[in-house]
């Protein structure tokens, strides 16, 4: 068994995502898993309010029903830790949005285990 980190799949250059989206219909793709056999990933995922209201980000995996969200409130001018090591694989994706298009931006870490 390996393991690597790395940057969420749609960061560029490790840069934050900025969560653009206000329903789940748009949600933002912020992390595509793997999808080779048994190998994973586990997701750390911080979300930044970068607006003096506080804001909620809504987490999409793997599909778009309320069964499959994670609901965070993110306190003005802050930053909060979303996701902690939430473990995804066979492709499955993840996808954020927000009350407000465009306060929120998303970054964090990726370790991808192969077997």
Do not use: C, W
Not at 47 to 74: M, Q, S, W
Not at 92 to 112: M, R, Y
């Amino acid at each position: 068994m390996t393991f690597a980190t790395q940057s969420l799949s749609e960061s560029s250059s490790d840069k934050p995502i900025q969560i653009t989206a206000d329903v789940v219909g748009s949600a933002v793709l912020l992390h595509t898993a793997v999808n080779s056999g048994s190998d994973f990933d586990e997701v750390e995922l911080f979300v930044n309010n970068h607006t003096g209201t506080d804001l909620e980000v809504v987490i999409v995996i793997g599909g778009i029903t309320a069964a499959e969200e994670i609901r965070k409130t993110i306190p003005a001018n802050d930053t909060k830790l979303v996701l902690a090591g939430y473990k995804v694989g066979a492709g499955q994706t993840i996808k954020a949005f927000a009350t407000t298009a465009n306060a929120l931006n998303a970054f964090g870490k990726v370790g991808h285990t192969t077997s």
